[in-house]
């Protein structure tokens, strides 16, 4: 079956965005010059909303998870026509979901002085979402909407009908950053930062693991519990490869259907029913979200793969076919790659324009090496997959 580029380049676009902000800080930088609107631009979409709302930055994970439940249809669809029974394909499955919870347990530990058990990350989330969506690939249409709007309702009920939780006597004791302000009040009270159902939950599990410190929270407030409306943002993934592998009107259907989950999104926060709040993936966030990957998916592949304009995207299509490999360097490279640079360029170009800037210095040519090195394995066929 004929790999689309369109899923490569929206895929590479999102990776190579978290790799420049990731690796120049542009975020920290930006705090520097509050009184620059430019500034003040780039550090909101560069870094994650403090609890409610959205910014480009919140977009990359969501994308990387809707895109895996896209290139799931593709991926099953090309080991069938390779003779695959289900049987193998479950197995691999069950390798490709084990293998991701670990990796990104391993990432979380990079640094730390022992392995940090926690469930959050971003390839451990998609780890624990794995198998329910490969289950839901061999059924039809209305069982995944079925089984998108059971996991939506689940969540929502966990929280909804946990108690509310009043403020910490020391919110600092918790993890919850200094000068908090963006707690709700009335019924968002329910999903209130290190105060809810999920951080609850952690709190019972994740002290079960040998650790440093007794768990008290993250400071970003994610929980294990984002697991379950993160297959539904893959499943809404699914449906959306399935009606581009049938070329069933895929950019109509993705238009329409991206803007209604955008409108219902919004409804469920301006409705009191359930707040866009990302670091808790709600079902409100599965809508926004989701309708935005359904939207900007749809323009890409109008462009690339209906219009064939490719030439602008090579770069990102190199780097979206090679996914794993990419962010897996991007996490364990980066402070030797900064202190790389420090070493053979010296202090002079670090501080070339001034100490506020010297993360840029350092993240520039590290971003370059890291996309160098994955065009040379693109040349080489080289790709890691699980």
């Not at 900064?338 to 070493?343: H, N």
């Not at 670090?350 to 370059?368: A, D």
Request: charged share 10%; glycine share 8%; hydrophobic share 50%.
């Amino acid at each position: 079956m004929q790999r689309l580029a369109s899923f490569d380049a929206y895929r590479g676009i999102a990776l190579f965005l978290i790799g420049f902000h990731e690796l120049l800080l542009l975020d920290e930088v930006a705090a520097r010059f509050p009184d620059s609107p430019v500034w003040r631009f780039i550090h909101f979409h560069t870094s994650h909303v403090p609890w409610t709302g959205c910014s480009l930055h919140d977009l990359l994970m969501p994308s990387f998870v809707f895109l895996m439940g896209v290139s799931m249809v593709f991926s099953l669809s090309s080991r069938a026509a390779k003779g695959d029974t289900k049987r193998q394909m479950a197995r691999h499955a069950v390798w490709r979901a084990i293998a991701l919870v670990f990796l990104g347990i391993f990432i979380h530990s990079l640094g730390r002085q022992m392995t940090l058990w926690a469930f959050d990350e971003t390839l451990t989330q998609m780890g624990l979402a794995y198998l329910p969506v490969f289950a839901l690939a061999f059924c039809g249409t209305r069982t995944r909407v079925a089984a998108f709007a059971a996991f939506l309702v689940l969540h929502w009920l966990i929280y909804a009908l946990h108690p509310v939780i009043p403020p910490h006597a020391d919110p600092t004791a918790w993890n919850v950053p200094a000068g908090w302000s963006h707690d709700f009040d009335g019924f968002f009270a329910h999903w209130n930062h290190n105060r809810n159902a999920g951080w609850a939950f952690d709190i019972w599990l994740l002290n079960h693991f040998p650790r440093t410190a007794p768990y008290v929270g993250w400071l970003g407030g994610y929980t294990t519990l984002n697991f379950i409306p993160t297959i539904s943002s893959m499943i809404l993934g699914l449906i959306t490869g399935t009606w581009i592998k049938n070329n069933d009107t895929p950019i109509r259907r993705l238009v329409i259907t991206g803007t209604v989950c955008v409108l219902t999104g919004l409804a469920l926060h301006l409705g009191g029913i359930c707040p866009i709040v990302k670091h808790l993936w709600t079902p409100a966030w599965v809508f926004l979200s989701g309708g935005i990957c359904m939207l900007l998916l749809a323009g890409f592949h109008q462009l690339v793969d209906v219009k064939q304009h490719r030439r602008w995207a090579f770069l990102f299509i190199v780097i979206g076919m090679n996914p794993l490999a990419f962010y897996l360097m991007r996490h364990t490279l980066e402070v030797w790659l900064a202190e790389t640079v420090k070493t053979h360029f010296g202090q002079r170009y670090v501080l070339l324009f001034g100490p506020e800037m010297q993360s840029i210095m350092t993240g520039v040519p590290s971003l370059l090496l890291i996309t160098l090195t994955a065009c040379w394995m693109y040349r080489q066929k080289i790709f890691l997959r699980l």
